[in-house]
């Protein structure tokens, strides 16, 4: 009781003093943080709210819900969300089972891994723009080496096609270019978290007899369950923020049935300056996301201690 | 687990199947690239070009301000690079070894915000840099780049410092010295793998940044390479072999860094999520 007093208010002074001087170090990347960052994120919540006219110091109409209410019934925003969808549910997988394949096959001791997982890992670094002109090039017109392999070469295809100038056929070159440019980063997360898991186990399951197929379901899948979760919630937030490769492919046409929420956002915002209409847009794409995480880490994570 | 020797060979055959199919685009983007162009695109499309020549490059390199756009690149990259290490880090620190009032609520706050992409805010981003008056100048991007990546890179550098032996940083304490000269002299020099990882990966995001350049750069001489192959290809629309020429060029830097700093990139790729 004697020693409670001074210790604790000499402690407190420490706390005080502590954090007096943690300010240096958290004001500068604050400062940017909340200029840049979250002033912004605010900003769109309000903008979307009004009618919003882009000269400077204009006055703004303040519209309440109407710009929401536009959005859920327009066709486009429909569409744009489907296609979005539509791309995430295909690529998503699609990157997660190919990386996966590619990392379980490089984790098993095998030659030349450093080299096999630069080849893979190429197209991630390759930027949305190049990867973009590439397959423009890979899927243009008659002739386009597509055409000429799967058409010419091979006649698979019974006549050279127009990938790009039609709505379902245009998603083809849309989605396989999300999944080819994404299986190295799969790959290179999928290897990391293999390479976590204590080789003991493999062992124990070999004494027990297990064959390869209980081995992966059984040990290496849940004990993967964090890194495939955290690769879940990315990769979903990266499919609904799809859109250089879709602005650049097809820019959204033909009239307007290749849209996604991003490309129709930015046509809202900085082809029809209706500033209001495409933050309105975007506010709605953040909700989805941040719902889809949150319901992601409940549903992995409610599982994952035990 | 020991794999035979058969299921060996046929696991390389299938690694290298799938890797052809990687590297089939690149091929022909190389072959295009390296092919004189007369107008119209060689028919059937070859994987290997017949007379294979660098006109493309010279001409991609010296048409078009070229040259300039590569140079704007890599100053935005640049000094982003050393915003963003020396905020981050100096963030990341105050993070892992200071204690004050609502620091968890404030991370967490942080880790929020990394799930709202930033294509989202976009629009209200224009205006507000437009009220800063910061559009058309390429600081303006640096301090776009830098914010962006403050979240990330300072959850990414927290866990690394707490990592980090704290007995070394108390008997400095003890001895007189200040939370500075252990960031300076002790947390930054062990850190260096992990801030050379933070460096690579935020020289790359803001190299190939596309959207906010987009948006923000309307000034023909102040633009950045992803929009200035855009354009390019704009101008040259079925000219693939000047547009590809230029690409390659554009990529050279993230190759280089991947083929010398592997190690960083696994690293920093990782760190979020198998230790975090």
Known sequence: MHISLPGRSASDRRRIRSSLEVVPFLLPGALLFVIFVFWPMVQGIRVAFYNWNIMPGAEQQFVGLDNFRRALTDPVVRTAFFNTFFYTVVTVPGQMILGMAVALALNSAIRGKVAWRALYYLPVLTSWVVASFIFKYLFGGSGAPVNYIFSDLLHLLPENVNWLQNRWTAQVPITLLGIWKGIGWNMVMFLAGLQSIPKEMYEAAAIDGANRWQTFARITLPLLRPVLLFVLVMLTIGGFGVGISVQLLTNGGPMNQTQVLVTYMYDQGFKYFDFGYGAAIAVLLSLILLGLSLVQFKFVRGKVEV | ?276
């Not at chain 2, 089939?24 to 004189?36: D, H, K, V």
């Not at chain 2, 107008?39 to 290997?48: A, G, I, N, Q």
């Not at chain 2, 209200?124 to 800063?132: C, H, I």
Request: glycine share 6%; proline share 6%; hydrophobic share 50%.
């Open chain 2, 1 to 276: 687990m020991k794999l035979s020797l058969p299921s060996r060979l046929l696991l390389q055959l299938l690694l290298a199947a799938g890797a052809f199919v990687m590297v089939t685009p690149f091929l022909y983007m190389l072959s295009t690239a390296l092919t004189e162009y007369a107008y119209t695109l060689p028919y059937p499309p070859k994987l290997f070009p017949e007379s294979p020549t660098f006109v493309n490059f010279i001409e991609a390199w010296t048409s078009n301000r070229f040259a300039r756009y590569a140079l704007n690149s890599l100053l935005v990259s640049g000094s982003t690079v050393a915003a963003v290490v020396v905020l981050c880090s100096l963030t990341a620190y105050g993070f892992a070894r200071f204690d004050f009032p609502g620091k968890e609520i404030i991370f967490r706050f942080l880790l929020f915000s990394m799930m709202v992409p930033s294509v989202a805010t976009m629009i209200p981003t224009f205006l507000v840099m437009r009220d800063l008056r910061l559009v058309d100048s390429l600081h303006g991007l640096v301090m776009l780049y830098t914010s962006g990546n403050i979240a990330y890179y300072t959850f990414m550098l927290r866990g690394f410092f707490e990592s980090l032996p704290a007995e070394l940083e108390e008997a400095i304490l003890v001895d007189g010295g200040n939370r500075w000269t252990i960031y300076r002299h002790v947390a930054l020099p062990l850190s260096k793998p992990a801030l050379s990882t933070v460096a690579i990966m935020s020289f790359l995001g803001a190299w190939d940044e596309y959207w906010w350049a987009l948006s923000l750069i309307k000034n023909e001489t102040l633009r950045t390479l992803p929009i200035a192959i855009r354009l390019f290809q704009g101008m040259h629309a079925t000219n693939y072999s000047l547009v590809f020429a230029a690409s390659i060029i554009a990529m050279l830097p993230p190759v280089l860094f991947f083929v010398f700093g592997q190690k960083y990139f696994v690293q920093g790729l990782t760190s979020g999520s198998v230790k975090g």
